[in-house]
């Protein structure tokens, strides 16, 4: 396993304790190139369009239930700014960046206090190259992350706004009890580049039978990016951002916290803006100036 992670600067790509973030934490991505900041963020405005589908109805969970998708970093397949190739092979979850590096979705929840990892499913589909099942200690929540791969971002895409919609929900079995994931999950999280950058959407309309589901999408302005899309499915952003950033697990474990907290708009983007601003090694000032909630 890799241990590279998208920091600001990046602690294992680089050392050196005299780059610093400037007011809205751009500056230090010169330690491994001037765009390592935004990976996968080179806008490109043609685009294709794509049609999340699949509508129908799920029971509520009896338990929290968190569903991630992440879009694997890859050099090849994505519109991004080439990192080391190790880390940005979308078909090697386990060095990849946005999982299975130090501060990746993998690593990161894996050595965490809070968080038990209770399963591995291998290929579950395939698009996906892993699932991860983790348990919540204090609250029982349910956990499940997806890798995808990294040239199947537009699917990753597709699917999350799909779920965000309520749409495609599909059945989990923890415990002998029936968790509805996907369309039925409580709270969706992106992870990754974003594509919306690169391709166009046309999500489907929200299900009839779903509630507004809460989201956070955490790649480089994704208020921008997803804002159109996000309102078409009546999905409600607990937590996306205003600027480019590092997609890294600590911020995804912000927005699970201020989700079963119920957390106000501004206690959700304050307590991003802390992990953030501790990883990233910039003020809080300035971690303040990526994030936000709501429209």
Same mark, same amino acid.
């Given at each position: 396993?890799? %241990?590279?992670?998208?920091?600001?600067?990046?602690?294992?790509? #680089?050392?050196?304790?005299?780059?610093?973030?400037?007011? !809205?934490?751009?500056?230090?991505?010169?330690?491994?190139?001037?765009?390592?900041?935004?990976?996968?963020?080179?806008?490109?405005?043609?685009?294709?369009?794509?049609?999340?589908?699949?509508?129908?109805?799920?029971?509520?969970?009896?338990?929290?239930?968190?569903?991630?998708?992440?879009?694997?970093?890859?050099?090849?397949?994505?519109?991004?700014?080439?990192?080391?190739?190790?880390?940005?092979?979308?078909?090697?979850? &386990? &060095?990849?960046?946005?999982?299975?590096?130090?501060?990746?979705?993998? /690593?990161?929840?894996?050595? #965490?206090?809070?968080?038990?990892?209770?399963?591995?499913?291998?290929?579950? %589909?395939?698009?996906?190259?892993?699932?991860?099942?983790?348990?919540?200690? !204090?609250?029982?929540?349910?956990?499940?992350?997806?890798?995808?791969?990294?040239?199947?971002?537009?699917?990753?895409?597709?699917?999350?706004?799909?779920?965000?919609?309520?749409?495609?929900?599909?059945?989990?079995?923890?415990?002998?009890?029936?968790?509805?994931?996907?369309?039925?999950? @409580?709270?969706?999280?992106?992870?990754?580049? @974003?594509?919306?950058?690169?391709?166009?959407?046309?999500?489907?309309?929200?299900?009839?039978?779903?509630?507004? !589901?809460?989201?956070?999408?955490?790649?480089? !302005?994704?208020?921008?990016?997803?804002?159109?899309?996000?309102?078409?499915?009546?999905?409600?952003?607990?937590?996306?951002?205003?600027?480019?950033?590092?997609?890294?697990?600590?911020?995804?474990?912000?927005?699970?916290?201020?989700?079963?907290?119920?957390?106000?708009?501004?206690?959700? /983007?304050?307590?991003?803006?802390?992990?953030?601003?501790?990883?990233?090694?910039?003020?809080?000032?300035?971690?303040? /100036?990526?994030?936000?909630?709501?429209?």
């Amino acid at each position: 396993m890799m %241990s590279h992670s998208l920091r600001i600067p990046d602690r294992n790509l #680089s050392r050196s304790n005299d780059v610093h973030l400037d007011m !809205k934490c751009l500056a230090a991505t010169l330690t491994i190139g001037i765009s390592m900041l935004a990976i996968g963020c080179s806008h490109h405005p043609k685009a294709k369009t794509l049609n999340p589908t699949h509508k129908s109805a799920s029971k509520p969970n009896p338990v929290p239930v968190i569903h991630i998708i992440v879009a694997l970093c890859d050099n090849k397949y994505q519109g991004i700014i080439p990192v080391p190739a190790k880390i940005g092979n979308g078909d090697d979850p &386990e &060095e990849n960046l946005y999982w299975g590096c130090d501060l990746g979705i993998k /690593t990161y929840f894996r050595r #965490s206090a809070d968080w038990k990892l209770a399963q591995i499913i291998r290929n579950p %589909s395939p698009v996906i190259l892993e699932r991860l099942i983790f348990t919540h200690r !204090k609250t029982n929540a349910v956990m499940v992350a997806d890798a995808y791969r990294g040239r199947e971002i537009k699917r990753g895409t597709e699917d999350f706004l799909a779920f965000a919609g309520g749409n495609s929900p599909s059945t989990l079995v923890r415990n002998k009890q029936n968790l509805s994931i996907g369309g039925g999950a @409580d709270f969706l999280i992106y992870v990754g580049h @974003d594509g919306l950058m690169n391709f166009g959407v046309n999500p489907s309309r929200p299900s009839a039978q779903s509630h507004p !589901k809460k989201v956070a999408i955490l790649c480089c !302005k994704s208020q921008e990016f997803f804002g159109k899309a996000i309102k078409s499915v009546n999905a409600v952003p607990v937590l996306w951002t205003k600027s480019l950033m590092a997609p890294e697990a600590y911020v995804a474990e912000a927005a699970i916290q201020s989700y079963l907290k119920k957390d106000s708009a501004n206690q959700a /983007t304050e307590r991003a803006a802390k992990a953030y601003g501790k990883y990233q090694k910039c003020s809080l000032r300035a971690a303040r /100036t990526v994030f936000t909630s709501g429209f």
